[in-house]
């Protein structure tokens, strides 16, 4: 009996006043946008996970401040489904000079308004980039508390 197992993701929305930062990346059909985001690694809690993805990604030092909220998302295209829990913080320590992850092309600012447009021509990664922009200005948000790593606490 083969046993489903989601991906387990991370992403950040990160506002700077009406943009917000996201990272531009090469797909098989074209180039397209997402918040910075990735996968859960072995051994590291769910905050851990998205400081370094938005390190890698953005060369931003990011601050979680909050959980915006857990998103489940099939890819009709692939067939696998992401759960990803999107935070909420801001950055800072820009390194200029560091070379960003494989495959990012830039990391640049963009208002709801540009990822609208870029969603109507299909160069958003996924649904989850603009359901998670409208979320956090519907001012959805939980507190990092919500997310316990277990394996790191004592009993």
Not at 54 to 60: D, Q
Request: glycine letters at 8%; charged letters at 20%; one cysteine or more.
């Amino acid at each position: 009996m083969m046993v489903w197992k989601p991906h387990a993701t991370v992403a950040a929305v990160i506002p700077r006043g009406d943009t917000f930062l996201v990272v531009e990346e090469p797909r098989s059909a074209g180039i397209v946008f997402n918040q910075p985001a990735g996968h859960l690694e072995d051994g590291e809690s769910l905050q851990q996970a998205i400081i370094r993805e938005v390190r890698e990604e953005t060369a931003w030092q990011f601050t979680p401040e909050y959980i915006l909220g857990i998103y489940r998302w099939r890819n009709p295209a692939k067939g696998n489904t992401h759960m990803r829990t999107t935070f909420v913080g801001s950055v800072t320590n820009h390194d200029p000079n560091q070379d960003l992850f494989d495959g990012i092309i830039s990391a640049t600012w963009k208002t709801q308004a540009d990822l609208k447009t870029l969603g109507a021509t299909g160069r958003l990664r996924s649904p989850l980039v603009l359901t998670c922009i409208n979320d956090y200005l519907q001012g959805q948000r939980y507190p990092l508390s919500v997310c316990r790593d277990i394996c790191t606490e004592t009993v």
